[in-house]
């Protein structure tokens, strides 16, 4: 039997597990995660701002973070608005720089920092059916064909946009809009970049470009749209993505003429809450909870964050006190109508294209 079982090993799952260590060193905790620990599927969000520095340094990992020698992120630029390139600078910041990362290794950093913390894991593990009894969820999973039965006092779904425990539970997903992304990722081999090194939006017609230069000599370039567009321009395609890409003022000029790249890969972006992401000894935390527009770049900051008043729910309910529950779930609720408002002003100072079916649909957010 186990305290807590945590559904999914990213940044959300393992940062609720270690808070959770370190507030009772003797928690009895597990983690479900449906993928491998080298898990060949890219996974997307690279940028870190300053003010993660914060939340590492409560997770006691900021030390090991470090150690990582991730790419140091200076400040951010973007053409949105007009066609005048602007650089927000994080000389201003009281928290310093952020960090460009290479996901694939910030993601096994939090698995090993979990690890070592005595949490037990369960990879390519899927969770099927969950039921409740007065004392415990009864947990049926399947490693491969292999059935395994898991018992806990209370389960987290951290399982990202799929929500998986929560729609076990027969909770629904509101999504407010259907934003995919189409990345590519490029090896520079070493030459020089025209644009400096960091983070670059620029919008379009029909959406919005994003790059990041990376560690290893990498580069991602990602093209934001909606999915009706994204499948009417065939932009998953090699073709008419470079085509698009050719049209970008500033974003194509980051790639270095002799650069190689990756497959394109398309990846859900919509912004997106689920109606309840607590119950009766269950909650959901990070994206399972509630998912933001990739322009705010706060992905993995909101899991860091959220995952601290995640703990103290738990922690509260394991000691029979339900109040923590209630207190989370509201505080979910008051970030995400904090965060459609921002995403609306932003969205809202980029006029040029009044004709545009993404622009318009985003005006119409703002409005209604």
Not at 66 to 95: D, H, K, M, Q, R
Not at 332 to 360: C, G, I, M, P
């Amino acid at each position: 039997m186990y305290d807590v079982v945590i559904i999914g090993a990213g940044v959300a799952g393992c940062s609720t597990a270690i808070a959770l260590k370190n507030q009772n060193k003797h928690l009895k905790i597990a983690i479900i995660e449906r993928g491998s620990y080298e898990n060949t599927t890219r996974r997307i969000g690279e940028t870190l701002p300053p003010q993660a520095s914060n939340q590492f340094q409560k997770l006691g990992i900021w030390e090991a973070f470090l150690a990582c020698n991730f790419l140091s992120s200076y400040g951010t630029s973007s053409v949105w608005g007009s066609s005048e390139l602007y650089t927000n600078e994080y000389i201003y910041s009281p928290f310093g720089y952020g960090w460009n990362l290479d996901r694939s290794v910030f993601d096994r950093f939090m698995i090993n920092e979990t690890q070592q913390r005595g949490v037990d894991f369960f990879f390519k593990t899927s969770c099927t059916t969950a039921l409740k009894s007065p004392s415990h969820w009864q947990l049926t999973c399947f490693e491969n064909t292999n059935e395994k039965q898991i018992a806990a006092c209370f389960v987290v779904d951290a399982s990202g946009k799929k929500a998986a425990f929560a729609s076990l539970q027969g909770i629904s997903k509101v999504t407010n809009d259907t934003l995919v992304g189409i990345y590519r990722f490029y090896d520079t081999n070493n030459e020089v970049l025209s644009l400096k090194k960091g983070t670059l939006v620029e919008t379009d017609a029909n959406g919005w470009w994003y790059s990041a230069t990376l560690p290893n000599n990498k580069l991602v370039i990602g093209y934001m749209t909606d999915a009706d567009i994204a499948t009417k321009f065939n932009l998953k395609s090699k073709a008419s993505f470079e085509n698009f890409l050719d049209t970008s003022a500033y974003t194509a000029k980051r790639i270095p003429k002799h650069s190689s790249y990756s497959e394109n890969q398309l990846v859900a972006a919509q912004s997106q809450y689920v109606t309840n992401c607590v119950g009766e000894a269950w909650l959901a935390v990070g994206d399972a909870a509630s998912s933001y527009d990739p322009i705010s770049s706060m992905g993995i900051y909101k899991s860091l964050v959220m995952s601290q008043f995640a703990t103290f729910a738990i922690l509260d309910y394991l000691k029979n006190e339900t109040l923590g529950l209630k207190k989370y779930e509201y505080i979910v609720q008051q970030d995400y109508t904090h965060y459609e408002a921002k995403k609306a002003k932003y969205y809202s100072q980029e006029q040029r294209y009044q004709e545009s079916a993404f622009w318009q649909r985003r005006q119409k957010q703002k409005l209604t």
